[in-house]
């Protein structure tokens, strides 16, 4: 992979952002509501809201507020939340970090499961084994996160006891307690990722299993398993990392259904109440910091199929 094509991918990561800056406050700016009055409440002097209008450089034009909110941003400083009266950037990292660990330990989860999954469906084309994976699959594309997480938790929660339904633990004070809180959420989201991914892989691996090269191998005397994990499997996993790249993006912002149910302080669930609440801070912090997540996980992506796959060469 040659500089020239990392620096390109650089600049359209920060040319993202800054698109997505601009969007992300146009939004905040018409959304209803006064930021001093959210501040000081409706009880309020006029004095006072206008001192803290000016203090706030509220009165400021549009793209004076932006350029200091950029500026702020560049330094580290997302602003003040108008909901909390703390720092927003590091509550949003915070719950990032919930948002991230989440995510990891579902596509572990997924991968574990999905790629032998979608293997066995291949190999066993027309089979019991493959008709058994396209049923687990297609139910777990059709059952919606809300009813799974609700069958979830009546039964392992509720009626077995195994599991605790609600709450999260962080795993830095109590890592057994904070890891049982994540396994329904875990496999919850699980469930609808490892039906992509295993359908994916073996409709992928299908195909390579038929392609002229793979002959070619099996023609040289190559054992059976050689070919498959060596050659076959390594190529079918590429359309894999683009839906697994995808798929933080949904992790990141489309759990929040998820989140709410487990009550989980993640990202998602932050930039919901942060809408609710008109925090205008904190609706730009968690959105641009869940778009350069997105970007810096696409572009770990692109890297990971130049590794794959020595064919694929970046100019």
């Known amino acids: 992979m040659s500089t020239p094509y990392l620096i390109k991918r650089l600049l359209l990561i920060v040319y993202t952002l800054f698109i997505v800056s601009l969007i992300v406050f146009a939004m905040t700016q018409v959304l209803p509501g006064d930021a001093a009055v959210m501040m000081l409440g409706q009880n309020a002097t006029d004095a006072a809201l206008a001192a803290l209008r000016t203090q706030m450089h509220l009165n400021d034009p549009l793209w004076m507020q932006y350029l200091r909110w950029v500026g702020n941003v560049i330094r580290g400083d997302f602003g003040i939340s108008l909901r909390t009266s703390q720092p927003v950037g590091p509550a949003m990292m915070q719950a990032l970090g919930r948002s991230l ?14 790629v032998p999954l979608g293997i066995l469906a291949a190999v066993r084309r027309g089979r019991i084994a493959d008709l058994v994976v396209s049923l687990v699959s297609y139910l777990g594309v059709s059952l919606p996160e809300f009813v799974t997480a609700t069958l979830a938790i009546t039964l392992f929660a509720d009626y077995m ?5 609600t709450g999260y633990v962080p ?3 109590n890592f057994w307690g904070g890891l049982q809180h994540l396994i329904l959420p875990v496999c919850v989201i699980s469930v609808v990722m490892i039906a992509h991914v295993s359908r994916m892989i073996r409709s992928e691996l299908v195909d390579v299993l038929h392609s002229d090269y793979i002959r070619a191998a099996t023609l040289k005397g190559l054992p059976r398993r050689t070919v498959l ?8 996993l590429l359309p894999a990392i683009t839906v697994v790249a995808l798929d933080v993006g ?11 149910i487990f009550a989980i302080p993640g990202i998602g669930r932050a930039l919901i109440v942060a809408i609710q609440a008109r925090d205008l801070p904190a ?4 959105t641009l910091i869940m778009a350069a997540t997105y970007c ?14 020595k064919r694929i060469q970046y100019d």
């Open 171 to 173: 795993l830095t004070e």
């Open 101 to 114: 660990l989440l995510a990891v330990l579902s596509i572990s989860l997924m991968l574990v499961i999905a």
């Open 283 to 286: 609706i730009q912090a968690g």
């Open 229 to 236: 994990f060596r050659h076959a499997v390594r190529n079918s």
């Open 161 to 165: 006891k195994w599991l605790p339904p």
């Open 250 to 260: 949904y992790l990141l912002g489309g759990v929040i259904v998820v989140e709410e």
């Open 296 to 309: 810096i996980v696409n572009f770990i992506a692109d890297l990971l199929y130049a590794v794959l796959d």
